[in-house]
């Protein structure tokens, strides 16, 4: 068992960051999409389903298959890290944009009357009160999405863009064992932290419900 | 003194051709209150509305201080004017601190003065700073609440008050204290309220005239005692519809 650390302990580390890094940027693109479609769509409500929609059926894609699908794309296809980047940040859009959306559509409509009421800006209202109150929300499709992300980008292994499936994938080829855990675990370590470090963050912007007054 | 709030010949018709309000003509001189009564869906909250342009009026004008609503800028207009509702008026993830300096947070005033004045009015409205200032609504009682959602709505001191229900929510004690206390802080501060109730005994009690809304015209413009002794059919039967409810209660208890 030692022997076989030190003979892979060093890769599994780099493949371990390779993980992070396809999940982390995959993950700061669909924010930078989702959360602001999300918003648009909560002033836009009759564009709120076939848009989710869309974003549903990106989810339903098989995920060996949306690899696929974009290898032969130029520019995208040159560099395997960009077709996982892409494939994951398309997986990762529809439950942050269903939850910012949802999050927002969600707020006691009386609280944003009376932040009318009080004379505040449209940004001053999204910013000091929307944003605020939909957080949590926003956060929790974070969550699920990232988590989704991290076990799905083993597979970006098999277009050969790195990351921990690599072990697994080397593991099956070759029967070893050892290898595909080897692979495997650090993905489940890593999925079960992330869970665990946004799950925080998400109650730390819970807000609490006048109802559950002493 | 002038009219400080005036609605002239205003009519607000909803889009399925329901008058809500029929041409409604009414003044509120300065510093006095005005109370607008009248059962529910007499179109009394929408009035109220008008003012501050939540709802837009179809028809005729609303004059603060003389001027047109219509003609002066939205955002300016609203936080020159104070609004309390009934309960959930305040924001679940601000302490009772951030929430009444609200307004003057938007206006871009330092955070320093925007605490003082935060403070002062909670000491106005009978919670103390020390105790109060850093709690959430949901650590509050619902009469401590609608505490901070006045001091809120008199942050960036504005003469005009609007109220809607603010004590509907209220047990029967909590509400005579806060009536008690608003009554004493609008005879200091001076401001011109208009309030919206169904609660002829609260009318009485804050009211320097008293409106009775019925169909979203105005039968009644009255003094309390006047008021009280008044002929016209649909203001004594409000009067006794109102005194029957108690009595029902009294006989009830025995």
New interface residues.
Partial sequence: MSGFLSQYGGEIGILTLEHLWLTGAAMLWATAIAVPAGVWLTRRPRWAKPVIGIANVLQTIPSLAMFGFLLPLPWLGERAARVAIVALTAYALLPILRNTYAGIQGI?R??I?????????GM?RFF??EL??AASFILAGLRTATVTCVGIATIAAAVGAGGLGELIFRGVASIDNRLILAGAIPAALLALAVDGALGLLERWFR????Q??? | MSAAIEFRELSFTLPQGRPLLDRISLAGDEGTTTVVLGRSGSGKTTLLRTV?R?VEATSGTVLVNGKDVRTTD???????IG?V?QE??????MTAERDVG??L??EGRPKEKRLRRSHELLEAVGLDPGRFARR??????GGQ?QRVGLA?ALAADPPLLLMDEPFGALDPLTRAEMQDMLRGLLRRLRKTVLLVTHDLDEALLLGDRIVLLEAGRVVAHLEPDAFLQSQEAAVSQYVQAFHRGEHRAAEERR
Wanted: hydrophobic share 45%.
């Fill in positions: 006691d009386s609280l009357e009376v932040a009318r009421a009080l004379g505040l800006t001053q000091k009160v605020p109150l807000v609490p419900t006048i559950a007054a002493p | 501050n939540m939205l955002i300016t207009l609203r936080r020159g609004y509702i959930t008026g305040l924001f679940p993830h609200l307004v947070e938007a959430y609504p949901h650590q509050l009682s609440r809120r």
